[in-house]
């Protein structure tokens, strides 16, 4: 691994962590690691009887991980959260942070294939020993099916379009590189509107390729059964589908957002939304740490 001058700058690190209303003696998870901007604060707030689980699917995540006897580094996809936390025999939680998505080491490493602006290899895992590559996507997915996780994911418009052109174009070559990726869409790409259209592409295969939509709802769910009454749940999103899902879960316990009433007329969700408004980061924050831009944190309580 290359080694970036910074892993990553957490985004919202004191809403989401005050958010979080820390119980010393309590037992949390971040199961977005990263480079344990987050988890750092969290131990801070923890005394010596606390416990702090920290996963993350990246191995490179576990250079990172703190010398604290408070804590223990998962290297493990959070959708098998509540199988982990079984083993380590927790069968319940005082709270738990998501800060969703890809961090600066994974845009910043040219040979991971996460960003546009780098030539590298269309690869795009999180989990390095996963079989599902961006390239696999381009060159083996049905014009139909590509088209589909175009529009699903990047919300492109133009996604059959675009879908039809990456055919057409790996009948004479195999998509390989990001370079490859370019050479097909630079044609659809308004000159005005280039990074925004290149990003939407980039961020709907790489969706696709780490399965993120399908890990979040199952981990939203365990979460939800693992924590305690009056644990709360923190997660930070970074584009309107994980928005979406989050917010709908938090108000009503499904993903529909079905807001179930009882016969009084009082909501029936297993939690409580701390936060009606969601939060987004200070100008301040925004210029410090442009990438922080599009976060989003929504925070529930347990009934
Ligand atoms: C936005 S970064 C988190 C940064 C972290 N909060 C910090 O302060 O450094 C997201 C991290 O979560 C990891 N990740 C994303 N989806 C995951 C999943 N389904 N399971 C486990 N880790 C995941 C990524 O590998 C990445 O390191």
New binding site residues.
């Given amino acids: 691994m290359t080694v970036t001058a910074t892993?990553?700058t957490?985004a919202l690190l004191a809403e989401s962590i005050d958010g979080l209303n820390i119980q010393p003696a309590g037992t949390y998870v971040?199961?977005?690691?990263?480079?344990?901007?987050?988890?750092r604060e969290l131990l801070n707030r923890l005394g010596t009887r606390g416990r702090l689980y920290g996963?993350?699917?990246?191995e490179d995540?576990l250079a990172n991980a703190l010398p604290d006897k408070r804590f223990t580094f998962v290297r493990?996809?959070?959708?098998y959260l509540t199988n982990f936390m079984d083993w380590y025999g927790v069968p319940a939680i005082d709270g738990l942070l998501a800060?969703?998505?890809?961090?600066s080491?994974?845009f910043d490493e040219a040979a991971r294939g996460f960003s546009f602006r780098f030539d590298g290899d269309l690869d795009m895992r999180?989990n390095k020993k996963s079989s599902l590559t961006a390239a696999k996507i381009l060159n083996t997915y049905a014009e139909e099916a590509l088209a589909d996780v175009l529009f699903r994911f990047g919300e492109l418009r133009n996604a059959r379009a675009i879908a039809r052109a990456a055919v057409r174009e790996r009948a004479n070559r195999r998509f390989r590189t990001t370079a490859d990726l370019l050479a097909v869409l630079q044609p659809f790409c308004a000159r005005e509107k280039e990074k925004k259209q290149l990003a939407q592409v980039f961020q709907a295969l790489r969706i696709e390729v780490?399965g993120?939509m399908d890990?979040l709802k199952e981990?939203l769910q365990q979460a939800g059964g693992l924590l305690k009454p009056g644990g709360r749940m923190a997660v930070i999103t970074y584009h309107s589908l994980e928005d979406r899902m989050v917010k709908h879960f938090f108000r009503s316990g499904n993903f529909e957002g079905e807001v179930k009433k009882d016969f009084y007329g009082n909501v029936q969700s297993p939690f409580t939304v701390l936060n009606n408004k969601v939060v987004v980061p200070h100008e301040a924050e925004i210029a410090r740490n442009p990438r922080s831009r599009s976060a989003k944190l929504r925070i529930v309580e347990k009934k």
Avoid at 30 to 39: A, E, L, M, P
Avoid at 55 to 58: A, G, L, T, V
Avoid at 99 to 103: A, K, Q
């Fill in positions: 892993y990553h957490p971040d199961v977005t690691f990263g480079g344990g901007g987050h988890s996963f993350d699917q990246d995540a493990s996809n959070f959708r800060d969703l998505g890809v961090s080491h994974h999180m780490n993120e890990a981990l």
